[in-house]
């Protein structure tokens, strides 16, 4: 099958600065693909490549199997949704859905039916005749959405469409917006920050870090299975060190954090006895405990003292510190065992060398 996108060894250099540095990757039909990386990464220069408002220094870029390399932006089969919607606040939502037939001398008949169909699918049908400050956050977001894809693209861009929206807004419209990806069953190539909406949304999702792709897989293959320390670091949370290997048995290592602390982890990739590594252990793999009888069978045990609790419902976490000055993040349990937990107290803490996971430290 043909890749609605595809981008082979794509890469854009500004003087001496390599923004995007040969980069490839192909999105399937009807996929929610994202792109994921901290500011500056070079993330929103793809967009813009794939989009045609950027030249790319060398590459190419193909939609549907053809490139584009040559084609305007306003020729090519991709609309772009951006974080500042630019509905046009004169205008009624029809008009606004229907600003790009206008321009493309669709009859007005069919402009009339594809809005009036646009509105059923963003699920706010017959308030064509409202105007855009009548609307909330998230309606504005599916109107903008929904004036691009009448169009029907064969890619549709999404440049942080949710930054500028509250919390509360933001969390809903990562739901809206995977459920309007699939109605419209059109492709989406979807760039931020954010991990959790990239990790909540996406069929694939891009690590990009300094114009690279560090790894491309599913949500659960980026958080469980990190092939870089990069990845392991940005994606989730985790607990770090980093340390000397003193013995390795099969993929089993047997190590000392810089500050002393034995601990047993497993090797994401090729290490020998002396290497220094790099250790990613996340809060929710700790098993916390009053007892260290019910720790017995966990590889990593320790005795600590906690230093703080971190209150957030069900996503509480404590912080504890061991006994050569470690500290480490624990998710609370739900089970409500730990709710009078207080600073100060003891506790006992222990983790299985398979939810250590061990790199090469990174240069």
């Known amino acids: 099958m043909t890749p609605d996108l595809e981008c082979a060894e794509l890469a854009k250099r500004f003087g001496t600065t390599t923004a995007v540095d040969n980069v490839s990757f192909s999105v399937p ?38 490139s584009v390399l040559n084609t305007p932006p306003n020729k090519r089969p991709v609309n772009m949704v951006f974080q500042h919607l630019a509905l046009f606040p004169m205008m009624t939502i029809a008009e606004n859905i229907g600003y790009g037939l206008r321009r ?51 890619v549709l861009l ?22 309007l990806q699939a109605a419209f069953d059109t492709t989406f190539v979807y760039i931020t920050h954010d991990q959790s909406e990239a990790l909540v949304m996406s069929d694939q999702i891009a690590v990009m870090n300094q114009g690279r792709f560090e790894q491309v897989g599913t949500a659960q293959d980026l958080y469980y299975r990190p092939d870089t320390p990069f990845v392991a670091g940005f994606i989730g949370e985790a607990n770090r060190w980093k ?6 048995e099969g993929d089993t290592l047997q190590l000392r954090t810089d500050s002393g602390l034995a601990m047993r982890a497993t090797a994401v990739n090729e290490l020998s006895t002396g290497d220094t590594a790099e250790i990613f252990v996340r809060p929710e793999t700790i098993r916390l405990a009053a007892d260290p009888a019910a720790l017995a069978t966990f590889d990593n045990q ?29 998710t609370l349990p739900q089970s ?8 100060g107290d003891t506790v006992h803490i222990g983790w299985g060398a398979a939810q250590a996971t061990c790199f090469r430290e990174s240069v």
């Open 29 to 66: 039909p009807g996929s929610f693909f994202s792109i994921l990386g901290p500011s500056g990464c070079g993330k929103t220069t793809i967009m813009r490549m794939i989009a045609g408002f950027l030249e790319p220094t060398s590459g190419d870029i193909r939609i549907k199997g053809g």
């Open 104 to 154: 493309n001398k669709v009859p007005k008949d069919q402009i009339a039916h594809k809005v009036d169909e646009a509105l059923e699918r963003i699920g706010l049908p017959g308030i064509g005749h409202r105007k855009v400050d009548e609307l909330s956050g998230g309606q504005k977001q599916r109107v903008a959405i929904a004036r691009c894809m009448v169009l029907e693209p064969d």
């Open 158 to 179: 999404l440049d942080e469409p949710l930054g500028a929206l509250d919390l509360k807004l933001r969390e809903h419209m990562k739901v809206e917006l995977k459920a």
């Open 243 to 248: 340390g000397r290997i003193e013995r390795v």
């Open 302 to 330: 320790l005795r600590c003292t906690v230093t703080s609790i971190l209150f957030n419902g069900a996503a509480s976490r404590v912080l504890v510190q061991d006994n050569v000055g470690e500290t480490l993040e624990v």
């Open 336 to 343: 409500g065992e730990f709710a009078a937990l207080k600073r």
